[in-house]
C-alpha cells in the first residue's frame, strides 16, 4: 500500500515534470583541483599542462538555475522509491579516439562496452552491442570515420570476439570484418587517404592491412614470434602519423615504424630498469610536432619521445594523484593538441594541452 502511494508521487510529479525544458549538460573536465599542474616544473619551459580527467557520467554538469524545485522533488522520490542512482564510470578503459566535434570514444574491457563522453549532446552514452544479437568482449583498438555532412562510422577491435566492428554514429552495428583472419585484434589504425584499415594482431604477432572494405590485403610480420626487423612479439597498440604506422612491440620492449605499405623504417626502445626505458609499452600516438607519445605500463609513465626515438620527457609515476598512473594503456590525441591517457586501474581518462614547443 505505502509501495502504491509512492509510485502515485512519482507518477505525479513526472506529468509535472512533462513538457519542461531541460539545457544539456556541460562536459566538465574533473581538475582534481589542480589545473595548472605543468611538465616539465620550472625553472624549465612548461611543454605540457594538466587539463583534468574523465571518469564517466558526473562529468556532465548541469548548470544550477536549470534545476527547477520540481526536478528536486522527482529526484528525492525516485531516491526514496528506487534507492539512491549510481552514476554510470570507467571500470578499465582501453583506448580512445576524438571525433571532429569533440565526442570522445572509450573502450572499456571490464564494462565490455564503448564510452561515449558526447559533448555537443551533454550526455554519456554506453554501446554495448556489437551486432543485432552480439555483445562486446574485450573492446580495445577503435577509430573514427569521419564521412561528411556530421556523419561518421566508427570501428572497434575486439580481441575476444576475433573482430573489427562497425557502428554508425549512434552505435548500431553495421557488420564486421576479420572473422576466420584475425586471432587477437588489439590495436587499430586507419589511413584517411586511401582508407587502408590496419590491426595488430597480438597472438599472431603480425600487423594486418585491409582495404576499406575489409578485405585483407597484407601481413607485416613472419606470423610467429620474432625479434628482428619485420618481426614481433605480441604487438598491441598502434597509431598512423604522416604515412608511417607505429606499432607497439610490447614483449620485445620497443617501437617500430614502417611506412603506410608496411616497410620497415626504423626502431626504438629497449628493455630495462631507468625512465625511459620500455619493459611493457603499451599506447603510442603522434602529435602534429611529431612528438611520440609511448605509455610505458610497468613504471606507470608517459613517456614522450622525438621522432628520432630520443626521450624528451617523462610523466607520471605509480599512484593516482595528479600525473600519476596505475597501469596505463592506450593514448591519443585531437585536433586542439591535447593528449589522453587511459589510466587504465585508476578509471580515468587523463588529459594533458600540449603547449608546444617553441
Known amino acids: 500500500m505505502i509501495r502504491d502511494s509512492y509510485q502515485c508521487l512519482v507518477a505525479l510529479l513526472c506529468l509535472m515534470l512533462v ?3 531541460s539545457a544539456p549538460a556541460i562536459l566538465s573536465y574533473d581538475d582534481q583541483g589542480a ?4 611538465w616539465p616544473t620550472a625553472p624549465e619551459v612548461a611543454r605540457y599542462q594538466y587539463i583534468g580527467q574523465l571518469t564517466g557520467e558526473e562529468n556532465f554538469i548541469k548548470e544550477k538555475d536549470d534545476v ?5 522533488m522527482f529526484d528525492w522520490m525516485v531516491g526514496i522509491v528506487a534507492g539512491e542512482a549510481v552514476p554510470t564510470v570507467l571500470q578499465r578503459p582501453q583506448s580512445g579516439a576524438v571525433d ?3 565526442r570522445i570514444y572509450v573502450t572499456d574491457v571490464s564494462r565490455a562496452a564503448v564510452y561515449v563522453f558526447d559533448k555537443p549532446s551533454g550526455k554519456l552514452d554506453v554501446w554495448e552491442m556489437a551486432g543485432e544479437q552480439l555483445r562486446f568482449k574485450t573492446p580495445i583498438g577503435i577509430v573514427v570515420i569521419e564521412l561528411g555532412e556530421g556523419k561518421r562510422e566508427i570501428l572497434v577491435a575486439d580481441a575476444d570476439l576475433k573482430l573489427v566492428v562497425r557502428l554508425d554514429q549512434n552505435g548500431k552495428p553495421l557488420g564486421h570484418f576479420g572473422a576466420g583472419e584475425l586471432t587477437r585484434p588489439t590495436g587499430l589504425a586507419r589511413d584517411s587517404t586511401s582508407g587502408k584499415l590496419y590491426v595488430a594482431d597480438t597472438h599472431a604477432h603480425d600487423i594486418k592491412i585491409f582495404d576499406a572494405n575489409g578485405t585483407l590485403i597484407r601481413t607485416v610480420g613472419g606470423g610467429v614470434r620474432g625479434d628482428g626487423a619485420g618481426e614481433f612479439n605480441s604487438p598491441t597498440h598502434i597509431t598512423l602519423a604522416n604515412e608511417q604506422l607505429y606499432v607497439t612491440d610490447t ?3 620497443r617501437i617500430k615504424v614502417f611506412s603506410s605499405d608496411g616497410e620497415f623504417v626504423r626502431t626504438f626502445g629497449r628493455r630495462g630498469l631507468f625512465v625511459g626505458d ?13 612528438n611520440v607519445y609511448v605509455v610505458e605500463s610497468y613504471y606507470d609513465h608517459l613517456l614522450v619521445f622525438n621522432e628520432l626515438g630520443n626521450l624528451l620527457l617523462p610523466i607520471g609515476g605509480s599512484g593516482s594523484g595528479v600525473g600519476e598512473f596505475y597501469l596505463p594503456a592506450g593514448v591519443w590525441t585531437d585536433h586542439h593538441d591535447r593528449i589522453y591517457v587511459a589510466d587504465s ?3 580515468r581518462i587523463v588529459i594533458l594541452q600540449y603547449l608546444g614547443g617553441a
Open 100 to 102: 571532429s566535434d569533440g
Open 19 to 21: 513538457g519542461c525544458a
Open 251 to 253: 614483449l620485445n620492449s
Open 68 to 72: 527547477s524545485m520540481g526536478r528536486k
Open 278 to 290: 620500455l619493459p611493457r609499452p603499451k599506447g603510442v600516438a603522434v602529435d602534429k610536432d611529431d
Open 35 to 38: 589545473e595548472g599542474h605543468v
Open 345 to 347: 586501474f585508476n578509471g
